[in-house]
């Protein structure tokens, strides 16, 4: 009976590394199907505000109204609501709200702050603020958050990453004359929030009629995941 050859530790580690270079060479190699890092998770964008979806009995207010969208938000976003109501009077916190849908990729999804345009969130001027997040997984932009008619947090600087969850951005502006912009752009106190996906395009709610009541943090749309293919539109 022949004797059992051994291979030492590190002549083990060698062998192995040599076998993956000739299965790689040879086209053979397939990396495991299950490594975390193969595809970005869904992740998600939460309302801001206590307030509603757009404002009761106007539909040009939602997404599905065909809202405009901020022509200065840079690059430009996939969809537009107006987030009013119960909760967004003037000086209500503005917060920003990121996750994964799986808490397992928490670490790996970060928000850093990427435009600010102060007094000049409308076409043609004034309009508040606009405050612009790109959402990132392990460290790639794949979305975008944008805020407007706030009176941005006077610290925020662009570049800066702040957290994810809970962050206050600003306040819900309180504008009168000039400053408004204008009836096509603020029409009371609220907040105009836009989402965009870098790939594809990012999806609005699951169902949310106009003026339906919102809690901060609730789900407004995905800006990753495998269902946002084609063109924006509500969320499966």
């Known amino acids: 009976m022949m004797g059992t050859f051994r291979v030492p530790r590190s002549g ?7 076998a993956v270079a000739v299965m790689m060479l040879a086209g053979l190699y397939v990396a495991s199907p299950d490594r975390a890092d193969a595809a970005v998770p869904a992740i998600w964008v939460g309302s801001p505000v206590n307030g509603t979806w757009g404002v009761a009995g106007d539909g040009s207010t939602t997404p599905a109204g065909g809202h405009h969208k901020l022509v200065k938000a840079s690059p430009q976003n996939d969809w537009a609501v107006d ?7 003037t000086g209500a916190p503005v917060r920003l ?3 994964p849908s799986n808490s397992a990729y928490n ?9 600010i345009i102060d007094n000049s969130a409308c076409r ?11 959402i990132r997984f392990d ?21 800066q990453t702040v957290s ?19 009836s ?12 965009r996906a870098s790939t594809n395009y990012s999806c609005w709610n699951r169902g949310y009629r106009t003026g339906q009541a919102l809690s901060r943090s609730n789900f407004i749309g995905f800006v990753t995941g495998p269902a946002l293919a084609g063109t924006a539109r509500p969320c499966p």
Not at 83 to 89: A, F, M, P, Q, R
């Open 83 to 89: 987030l009013s109501g119960t909760g967004t009077g």
């Open 139 to 159: 460290g790639a932009v794949v979305g975008q958050a944008t805020y407007a008619h706030i009176d941005r947090t006077a610290s925020l600087r662009v570049g």
């Open 124 to 134: 043609l001027g004034g309009g508040g603020d606009l405050v612009t997040v790109t």
């Open 97 to 99: 709200y990121v996750a």
């Open 107 to 115: 670490n790996r999804v970060t928000t850093r702050i990427s435009q």
């Open 164 to 182: 994810r969850w809970g962050t206050q951005l600003g306040t819900v502006s309180a504008l009168g004359g000039s400053a408004t912009g204008g």
């Open 12 to 18: 083990s580690r060698l062998l192995a590394s040599v």
């Open 184 to 195: 096509n752009c603020w029409t009371g106190p609220h907040v105009h929030a836009e989402l």
